[in-house]
């Protein structure tokens, strides 16, 4: 599986920013799908997670009620929509595929894309 993300870019503090993760299997809509991110200077951390029907979906704490994860098995593609962004969301984002797993340990993930850099300025 080849994963493709793009989206990133800069925003001031209090915008919006869509990721879109595209993949190139023929059998995506099998995959499980997750986004994480790494800060400068910092672990890459899980952001948020979403099984492959799209009924699942998991968040990191700090994602909740302000980043949305979903699906278009029809397009190969993920998306991560992140609004009210702060500085601290500034980070290089990576989305992630596995055939069985949908969760926050970024070890269980086989897959993954090169990051796209999302900064937010204050």
């Known amino acids: 599986v080849q994963l493709q993300a793009s989206g990133g870019g800069s925003v001031q503090s209090g915008g919006s920013l869509r990721l879109i993760c595209a993949a190139s299997a023929r059998t995506f809509s099998k995959y499980e799908m997750g986004w994480f991110r790494q800060a400068p200077g910092n672990e890459r951390e899980f952001v948020a997670a979403i099984s492959w029907s799209g009924v699942s979906t998991f968040y990191a704490d700090f994602a909740k009620g302000r980043f949305t994860i979903s699906r278009d098995n029809a397009k190969n593609t993920v998306y991560l929509q992140m609004n009210s962004l702060k500085p601290e969301d500034t980070a290089t984002y990576y989305c992630?595929?596995?055939?069985?797993?949908?969760?926050?340990?970024?070890?269980?993930?086989?897959?993954w894309g090169q990051g796209t850099l999302v900064t937010v300025s204050s």
């Open positions: 992630a595929a596995d055939a069985y797993y949908t969760g926050r340990d970024q070890n269980e993930y086989a897959y």
